[in-house]
């Protein structure tokens, strides 16, 4: 495996010194926001799209500081029922995967979005229970009408770039679990796959490690982000898991984000990547921090000198003991 950093978190740098100040941490791959919500800070895909010159001195600042990019991200809501929103993270997710594509780039990161329950809706509505019974025909109409048509065309689109499409499970999409990845791969095709970020599984009450499993064994996971979460154990009782209330109430919220360590011993970060060692994941681990308790900085040293300790980086070989 390789370790990388999601680049978003340095934003406020430009693309140079943030790859200097990654290759110095010792890190092998970058993975680079292309639009939606990470923004495009570094990379404008339909700037290098449009200037092969362009596009090649990008490629060669990334590789001359001996680093890959393990995905370009464009997470954002392409069926959003208010059509500005909807078609401009649309066309961030197809330049994306035109770019991902000259770059030869595997993995295009994203959402799979969320519609609202009737073509004049306006804003996104994420049915989260099966009774009132009104949540199961939203659902279904969703996913008949919006989802499954949508990332079947984008499938499509990427493997004609040979491109991979990791959706991030996250609370709030149509896409958001092992189950619900599955049955959009089924419908759409296998260039459908996960992000998968344990921190969205914790909140959820599933097992990362169960997760790995569950979407390992179907080859399922394209892309792996390693941020971690804690729940508060006494505003969850108060809250719930889907806790409304801003990430900045770090003091009353039910659960939180936190660098990789310090929502979960490394112990069990050691069981999440013996478990993607064991369905056969060999790419890249990469951090996303968003603990509001750390610098950046800070934030991000510790999530590496961390995950250093438990990478499994080295090819197994043979079973000499066998």
Not at 2 to 7: A, N, Q, R, T
Not at 233 to 244: A, E, I, K, L
Request: charged share 20%; hydrophobic share 40%.
């Amino acid at each position: 495996m390789k370790l990388g950093v999601f680049s978003v978190l340095f934003a406020q740098k430009s693309l140079e010194e943030t790859l200097d100040y990654i290759a110095a941490q010792g890190l092998d791959a970058i993975e680079i926001g292309t639009g939606g919500y990470p923004g495009n800070s570094h990379c404008d895909p339909d700037e290098l799209l449009a200037d092969e010159n362009k596009l090649k001195a990008f490629k060669e600042a990334v590789e001359s500081r001996g680093l890959i990019i393990s995905a370009l991200s464009c997470h954002g809501n392409p069926l959003h029922p208010q059509k500005a929103i909807s078609e401009k993270d649309d066309a961030s997710i197809r330049s994306t995967i035109k770019l991902a594509g000259k770059l030869g780039v595997s993995v295009v990161n994203t959402f799979s979005g969320c519609p609202g329950d009737h073509e004049d809706a306006k804003y996104p509505n994420w049915p989260v229970a099966p009774w009132p019974n009104d949540f199961q025909e939203i659902l279904d109409w969703q996913w008949e009408n919006k989802v499954i048509p949508y990332w079947t065309e984008i499938a499509k689109l990427a493997d004609e770039n040979n491109v991979k499409i990791g959706l991030e499970l996250h609370g709030g999409f149509s896409v958001h679990t092992p189950a619900t990845l599955l049955r959009l791969r089924e419908a759409a095709g296998d260039a459908i796959g996960a992000n998968l970020d344990p921190s969205h599984m914790w909140w959820q009450g599933i097992d990362p490690v169960q997760a790995v499993q569950i979407l390992g064994r179907a080859n399922a996971i394209h892309h792996f982000h390693a941020k971690d979460t804690s729940i508060d154990p006494v505003n969850v009782h108060r809250h719930g898991v889907t806790d409304m209330q801003s990430y900045t109430l770090m003091l009353d919220r039910a659960w939180q984000f936190r660098t990789v360590g310090f929502g979960h011993d490394l112990k069990t970060w050691a069981d999440i990547l013996s478990a993607l060692r064991l369905v056969g994941y060999d790419y890249v681990v990469s951090i996303e921090h968003e603990d509001g308790l750390m610098s950046i900085e800070e934030g991000f040293t510790k999530a590496v000198a961390n995950l250093k300790q438990v990478m499994i980086r080295e090819p197994l070989g043979e079973m000499w003991w066998v």
